[in-house]
């Protein structure tokens, strides 16, 4: 558990100062293998959706399947990239986590073609100053996530800078349009023992990786969430912005469940000590896809 | 009483304190931006040794500065239940998750467990829960001496001991009791209580107040952030 247990401060130098790996902390090395198949997302997602028509879930009383607990996103490095990226002196090498389109790459419109190298050469991460993940980002950010399920209620608690989504899962409407929040409006519901996720209501001040894979506030986010043992959730996301994606791509990766007795705990952000002039002397705060660059 | 299926109360829901307390804990008189209260504290009295009273002074005096609240920090326990924004209980048997709108504040309760071995300073503190009856009981420890109590200064130590009880009384409401003890600070042990109402709006939910971003976005627009 103590290699969890770090700081935000080591955590804040790696993304803003690019200077640190974050490998071993982000819960430990990336696994070969996950519930018998390639962790690879490309094939694990084949491969878990295989295991996990053959599972039966523990359910909660109220029927659903039983997700309460602490899960490691253990192939995201901590959200470092989500393409293939071989690597440097300030990012870990990194298998692409996009299933769809087959390249593995982020579909960007045209006129975004060069956005995300620019993000990373001009632009802090938004989470290197405290700024909330964002949708999907919060369930592959850094040291895992708690799951929290009560009857019409799914909530995730990410260690991360206590960052926690809750959602409703009653067939509520989602909110209206002009209340744009960090996290969105998520809506779930049941498919079967599959819990989808609808977010919407999201800003275009968040990112997706440190290495700065962006969207627009158009975006609109589909997740799936499937047992596929008692230990493995296979997590699925859908993503969807005609402003700033030529066409829908989806995510999917493992959620491995931390040793048993691990717990999410407080890890404060803005809180911590935090010159931020400083931090940004190098690097300019993310201000939205819209704004004219 | 609602009750979940394990047979506890069920504290599930949206909820949010009524009072001015956030702005002193205490009786206090209005003053211009602050509403005239009646404090939460059992007898009104803050049991401070001498030499805390005159730091607590020293706070109020540098509050606009020196307050959590005013640097968009979590508020610590207890004032994040009775800060101004609503929040939200996510109720299992093993953990119990509370949700506040202040700057997305977690407080995880953990239950029928121990705390673990300090010395650990964190601003809400470690939560163990456990069921006396039909009344919750949160044992927290381990805390920072950097929050307050409230913006009128009333302060404590990283020595800081709580215990909260929340009861059940209607579908609708919880009593909310906590004992609070910091032998660094006070004389003696003393009590605050007050209600907690549940949010009835129908699309109720929890939204964000998210202060230091915004600052942030801001100062960026101002040109204030970033390389000159």
Partial sequence: ?293 | MPRTADGKPDLNGIWQALTTANFDIQDHAAAPGVPAGQGIVEGNEIPYQPSARARKDDNFRDRATLDNEAKCFLLGVPRTMYAPFPFQIVQSPAYIAVFSEYAHTTRSIFMNSEHPSGPIEWFMGDSRGHWEGDTLVVDVRHFTDQTWFDRAGNFHSADLHVVERYTLTTPDHIQYEATIEDANVFTRPWKISFPLYRRKEKNARVLEYECYAYDHEERARRGELGPR
């Fill in chain 1, 1 to 293: 558990m103590a290699t969890a247990r770090r700081g935000f401060l080591s955590a804040l130098a790696a993304v803003l100062l690019s200077s640190a790996l974050l490998d071993a902390q982000e819960g430990g090395a990336r696994p070969a293998q996950v519930a018998g198949c390639p962790s690879k997302s490309s094939e694990f997602i084949v491969c878990a959706k295989a295991k996990a028509a053959a599972f039966t879930p523990p359910r909660n009383p109220d029927g659903t399947p039983n997700m309460n607990g602490a899960w490691n996103p253990a192939t995201a490095n901590g959200s470092q990239n989500i393409e293939d990226y071989k690597g440097d002196a300030f990012l870990n090498p990194q298998v692409s986590l996009i299933v769809d389109p087959p390249d593995g790459r982020v579909p960007y419109l045209p006129q975004y073609a060069n956005t995300r190298q620019d993000n990373w050469d001009h632009y802090i991460d938004p989470i290197g100053v405290c700024w909330l993940a964002g949708v999907p980002r919060q369930v592959y950010a850094p040291r895992g996530i708690a799951i929290v399920q009560a009857p019409n209620v799914f909530a995730f608690v990410g260690e991360f800078a206590h960052e926690y989504r809750v959602i409703p899962t009653d067939n509520s409407p989602h909110i209206g349009d002009s209340i744009r929040l960090y996290m969105g409006d998520s809506r779930g519901h049941w498919q079967g023992d599959t819990l989808v996720v609808d977010t919407t209501n999201l800003t275009d001040l968040t990112w997706l990786s440190i290495s700065g894979h962006f969207h627009s506030d158009a975006l609109h986010v589909t997740e799936r969430f499937t047992l596929v043992n008692a230990d493995t959730i296979l997590y699925e996301t859908t993503l969807v912005d005609p402003k700033a994606y030529a066409r829908p791509w989806t995510m999917a990766m493992p959620l491995v469940r931390f040793e048993k007795g691990h717990e999410v705990w407080e890890e404060p952000c803005i809180e911590a000590d935090h010159d931020l002039p400083e931090l940004v002397r190098e690097h300019k705060i993310w201000q939205g896809l819209m704004p004219a660059r």
